[in-house]
């Protein structure tokens, strides 16, 4: 993008990437909507979480533990709770196994709304990629394609 203008840069971003990664994260964003309405809810299997040790990214650092469901029918090692805890290593919370990727709190915290809207407002913009996007395009096409006919031999 060297040697561009902003507009030109501005151009290619929204052309190229925006809807395509837009499409994407909805996906992923929308595959959680579900679990996290359902704990949300109260709907999942509730249980306890234990911390078993801390994984570390890029940026930040997520507590990992142990979950299991309060009939222990179901044991998750390697699981996270949403929006992640203070608990030191050890300790244990209450915890539900709604289906997701991750636990959630009692009564689902905040997962669905940050879910949920996040899911809406990549919609938004999805929809904004292709109207201004594929549609304009067909739409220049068409107007050529009207005014070679139209300027006939």
Known sequence: MYGMSAREAWRFWWRCLAGPVAVIVLVLCAGQVGPAWSAHRGHG??????VTGVVCGRATCEDVGRFVSADGSRVLTGAGVFGGSSLEAGASTAAVD??????????????????????????????????????????????VRAARVGSGP
């Open 98 to 143: 709604a289906g997701g990727d991750v636990l959630y709190p009692p009564g689902g915290g905040r997962a669905w709304l940050v879910y949920g809207g996040g899911a809406a407002l990549l919609a938004v913009l999805c929809g904004a990629w292709v109207w201004t996007v594929p549609v304009a395009a067909a739409r220049r096409r068409r107007a």
């Open 45 to 50: 299997r509730a249980g306890t979480w234990t």
